[in-house]
């Protein structure tokens, strides 16, 4: 096949929307599909100009104001239009669509091109996190428009779905997300890593995520001063040094990827993650995968991937009292805390990337279906038509 993927986010920002791309293209490429990426450009000139196989067109764009690592690309739909002209894809994959996924999902609903749009992201509810609530119907109309276009949705968890659905959308399906069950894994579990960032021997509470506005990292506050603990932030973003001061006693490990992130999630006790507008969270799998019991927000993604009472505990958006008595009850009673690390690890063993990926394959090849059945329909209309005038 021919896929384009109309990227929001790419290579060098790394991010769910981006990391789940580069597994997409992973499987593509063992398939031996054409891909093309459309992205926004960067400001690193050393960014590849081929990923995985696929070729990466960079549209001109400009840094967000106030989170300068993400960019948005400029310019029209008619550009849009013109790149998908020339490659000519069999579908266009719209990943977490929002500004460039608007114009490409008009520009390849006016090419007569399938699209699957991805919806990864609740960009409107980030608008009361910024300060701007005046913006989030809009937001909301500009989702909506671009899903109503799409041929296809994608989401990956019921709260999604049931938030898509609720507001109209049609053509919506689930699409969950993988875990590499190889590279988090409770094996990594590294006990000199544990030593460098808690060197009194405490248990560690850890996060691994954006320090940004929407991930509420700020609400972990609450958890100072249980006994015996260490609470270490893995990530970076334009809230460390306001999270440093709200946080003075946690460690701040910056960014990690690869191996060294594997090794820092398999080496917490306890994973939590008080973000309240998770479409899926990765994070959350990765550290089940990695054999770490999990407390989060009781909203969004979390909902499906957290077994309440089993892998770990979910509590009502806010209640940061709950938070710390969650935290609590499993950092005082190893035994607990232990049979949730077995079965986190265990309910996440069968959501393979290659199994999801060959689902998304099926997507594409259904929508493909569609266009081409949609366009003999109305091939047969025409032709009718015109011999009932005749």
Same mark, same amino acid.
């Given at each position: 096949m021919r896929i384009a993927i109309v990227a929001e986010s790419f290579l060098p920002l790394m991010n769910g929307v981006t990391h789940s791309i580069l597994r997409v293209l992973d499987h593509l490429q063992d398939r031996g599909d054409d891909v093309l990426v459309i992205?926004?450009?960067?400001?690193?000139?050393?960014?590849?100009?081929?990923?995985?196989? +696929? +070729?990466?067109?960079?549209?001109? +764009?400009?840094?967000?104001?106030?989170?300068?690592?993400?960019?948005?690309?400029?310019?029209?739909?008619?550009?849009?239009?013109?790149?998908?002209?020339?490659?000519?894809?069999?579908?266009?994959?719209?990943?977490?669509?929002?500004?460039?996924?608007?114009? =490409?999902?008009q520009a390849a609903h006016q090419l007569g091109i399938p699209t699957v749009a991805i919806y990864q992201t609740e960009v409107p509810s980030y608008a009361a996190r910024y300060g701007v609530p005046f913006l989030e119907n809009w937001a909301w109309n500009r989702v909506e428009n671009i899903h109503l276009l799409a041929s296809r949705t994608l989401v990956p968890s019921t709260f999604a779905l049931n938030q898509l659905r609720g507001r109209g959308i049609p053509r919506v399906q689930m699409w969950r997300r993988g875990v590499d069950t190889a590279r988090f894994s409770p094996a990594k579990r590294d006990d000199g890593w544990r030593a460098s960032v808690a060197p009194g021997g405490q248990r560690i509470i850890g996060y691994v995520g954006r320090l940004a506005v929407e991930k509420q990292v700020e609400d972990l506050a609450a958890l100072a001063g249980i006994p015996n603990t260490k609470l270490v932030i893995v990530g970076d973003g334009p809230q460390r040094a306001t999270l440093q001061e709200a946080l003075p006693d946690a460690a701040f490990t910056g960014f990690l990827?690869?191996?060294?992130?594997?090794?820092?999630?398999?080496?917490?006790?306890?994973?939590?993650?008080?973000?309240?507008?998770?479409?899926?969270?990765?994070?959350?799998?990765? +550290?089940?995968?990695?054999?770490?019991?999990?407390? =989060?927000?009781?909203?969004?993604?979390?909902?499906?991937?957290?077994?309440?009472?089993?892998?770990?505990?979910?509590?009502?958006?806010?209640?940061?009292?709950?938070?710390?008595?969650?935290?609590?009850?499993?950092?005082?009673?190893?035994?607990?805390?232990?049979?949730?690390?077995?079965?986190a690890h265990a309910s996440v063993q069968d959501r393979t990337w290659p199994a999801l990926c060959a689902e998304l394959v099926r997507h594409y090849r259904d929508v493909l279906a569609e266009s081409r059945a949609g366009r003999s329909a109305g091939s047969r209309t025409s032709v009718s038509t015109t011999g009932a005038a005749q």
């Open positions: 992205a926004p450009s960067t400001q690193d000139g050393e960014a590849p100009d081929q990923v995985k196989g +696929a +070729a990466v067109h960079r549209l001109p +764009a400009v840094p967000l104001a106030g989170y300068t690592n993400v960019r948005v690309a400029m310019g029209g739909v008619y550009r849009v239009k013109r790149i998908l002209a020339d490659y000519a894809p069999d579908v266009v994959h719209l990943a977490s669509p929002f500004v460039l996924g608007w114009r =490409a999902a990827g690869g191996e060294d992130l594997a090794r820092a999630v398999a080496s917490f006790d306890l994973f939590v993650h008080p973000g309240e507008f998770e479409t899926f969270c990765q994070t959350i799998q990765e +550290a089940m995968a990695s054999g770490v019991p999990v407390v =989060a927000t009781g909203r969004g993604g979390p909902l499906d991937l957290v077994e309440n009472s089993r892998t770990g505990w979910l509590y009502e958006p806010g209640d940061l009292s709950a938070l710390r008595a969650r935290v609590l009850d499993l950092m005082g009673d190893d035994a607990k805390r232990r049979a949730f690390a077995t079965a």
